[in-house]
């Protein structure tokens, strides 16, 4: 698989995974808005992975769409873990959703100037919506930290922390990282590192919460190893595809 074939999937199959885990929360957010917001978010994150996926199909030979996502076993996705981990109580879902979309959003800024220019015209798209994902997180993340009670302020404290290093498993390099710079595909996952921790840092000052400082990052996602809980979520993902994968909707 050549580098920008790896990125591109690295990609889609964290918003498709993703995109999983938020339904979960339908009809069971703690409040009406926030179970809204959530299926609004998985919504798009589905159609950021279907626009790749078509990419992937279209532009570099690869299958269809719908093959791609619903016939491929854990071993074949290059998802990072941090998206395959259960939802569990809500505040480690929205430490996630924001540390998350904070480093979709500033990926999505930086594709804008890709090389490839059905990467940089879709990034011009899905900059802006990643950037009301990002709004939602971070006022959120502020507002339970710092305007809560101690509980609440806590509960964000632990969910950062268990948040962290699977948090740094998101820029965990694929294939030829420097091919990809090189080529000005994509300046690296060091330079989105960089700026994401710049911008997740203010946050948490804002918020009053403390980042962990020695937590290695939590890595082999991109490389087809996974946790055990991504083969259960594609069982249950694609139960109805595989019950007869030819079927015209």
Same mark, same amino acid.
């Given at each position: ?11 889609? *199959? *964290?918003?498709?995974? /993703? ?15 926030? *179970?809204?917001?959530?299926?609004? /978010? ?57 540390? $998350? ?40 993340? /502020? ?27 998101? $820029? ?78």
């Amino acid at each position: 698989m050549n580098a920008t074939k790896d990125l591109l999937y690295r990609i889609a *199959d *964290d918003c498709l995974i /993703i995109a999983h885990r938020n339904s979960e929360w339908t009809g069971l957010g703690p409040l009406l808005e926030e *179970d809204i917001a959530f299926s609004s /978010i998985a919504q798009d994150k589905l159609g950021h992975a279907l626009a790749l996926y078509r990419i992937l199909h279209e532009e570099f030979g690869e299958r269809d769409p719908d093959t791609i996502a619903f016939t491929r076993n854990e071993k074949d996705f290059t998802c990072c873990h941090f998206v395959e981990l259960p939802n569990g109580e809500y505040d480690f879902s929205l430490m996630r959703h924001f540390l $998350f979309d904070a480093a979709e959003f500033l990926r999505w800024t930086m594709l804008k100037n890709s090389s490839i220019a059905s990467v940089a015209a879709l990034a011009a798209k899905i900059q802006g919506e990643t950037k009301y994902h990002v709004y939602h997180g971070r006022t959120w993340v /502020i507002r339970l930290a710092s305007a809560g009670n101690e509980e609440s302020k806590a509960r964000m404290q632990s969910a950062l922390e268990t948040c962290w290093p699977f948090a740094l498993g998101m $820029f965990e390099h694929g294939v030829d990282e420097q091919a990809l710079i090189r080529e000005g595909v994509f300046a690296g996952e060091d330079e989105l590192k960089t700026q994401w921790e710049e911008f997740v840092r203010s946050t948490m000052v804002e918020a009053g919460l403390i980042i962990p400082e020695h937590d290695a990052a939590v890595l082999g996602g991109r490389k087809g190893y996974h946790t055990e809980h991504l083969q259960p979520l594609l069982d249950e993902m694609t139960v109805v595809f595989r019950t007869d994968p030819g079927a015209e909707w």
